[in-house]
């Protein structure tokens, strides 16, 4: 059965909690604060221990986090988005197989400019997610926008598009 996590990280406890893709809670899990601002590193172990043990109990293979759009709200005003997607190319001869992700916050600072994940959180929850390095990834900020975001792009897989869809999708993008 595949499952989604959500995980509320607050100050004095994390609970993540694993439901069916139906809306059946399946699985909870339980620890110490997750909210990173009080102990960076404590917070982090926290989540990951939430994380592994989920996958522990009913599979990470079995996740469809890696395989549907999928939200996580982290506290003091964060977003995190993360998806496997496949896009054309702009030429419409290849497609790509994309694994993306974009943190977004609804926060400013007091000069009213966005705040932003530090690098050290983007490196621990992209691992988390399977993510290579970094410095493997496209990283785009971007600031001119409704709401700002800093989104991390991996190329997965290439494939070239047979003679019927490059006329296909040439036809859809004129």
């Given at each position: 059965m595949k499952y989604v996590v959500?995980?509320?990280?607050?100050?004095?406890?994390t609970i993540a909690q694993a439901y069916s893709l139906d809306g059946k809670l399946l699985e909870t899990f339980e620890t110490g604060f997750g909210n990173v601002t009080v102990d960076y590193q404590k917070g982090i172990n926290h989540i990951t221990e939430c994380i592994h043990n989920i996958y522990t109990i009913l599979g990470k293979e079995k996740c469809a986090g890696d395989?549907?759009?999928?939200?996580?709200?982290?506290?003091?005003?964060?977003?995190?988005?993360?998806?496997?997607?496949?896009?054309?190319?702009?030429?419409?001869?290849n497609k790509f197989l994309l694994r993306r992700m974009s943190f977004s916050s609804s926060r400013k600072d007091p000069n009213g400019d966005p705040r932003y994940p530090n690098i050290q959180a983007l490196t621990e929850i992209s691992k988390l997610l399977g993510f290579p390095s970094l410095e493997e990834c496209m990283v785009d900020i971007h600031e001119n926008v409704d709401i700002p975001n800093i989104e991390i792009v991996k190329v997965m897989e290439v494939q070239e598009l047979s003679q019927e869809e490059i006329e296909k999708f040439s036809y859809v993008n004129k």
């Amino acid at each position: 059965m595949k499952y989604v996590v959500g995980i509320d990280c607050g100050g004095t406890k994390t609970i993540a909690q694993a439901y069916s893709l139906d809306g059946k809670l399946l699985e909870t899990f339980e620890t110490g604060f997750g909210n990173v601002t009080v102990d960076y590193q404590k917070g982090i172990n926290h989540i990951t221990e939430c994380i592994h043990n989920i996958y522990t109990i009913l599979g990470k293979e079995k996740c469809a986090g890696d395989r549907d759009n999928y939200r996580l709200f982290i506290p003091d005003g964060f977003k995190l988005v993360f998806s496997l997607t496949w896009t054309l190319s702009r030429d419409n001869k290849n497609k790509f197989l994309l694994r993306r992700m974009s943190f977004s916050s609804s926060r400013k600072d007091p000069n009213g400019d966005p705040r932003y994940p530090n690098i050290q959180a983007l490196t621990e929850i992209s691992k988390l997610l399977g993510f290579p390095s970094l410095e493997e990834c496209m990283v785009d900020i971007h600031e001119n926008v409704d709401i700002p975001n800093i989104e991390i792009v991996k190329v997965m897989e290439v494939q070239e598009l047979s003679q019927e869809e490059i006329e296909k999708f040439s036809y859809v993008n004129k």
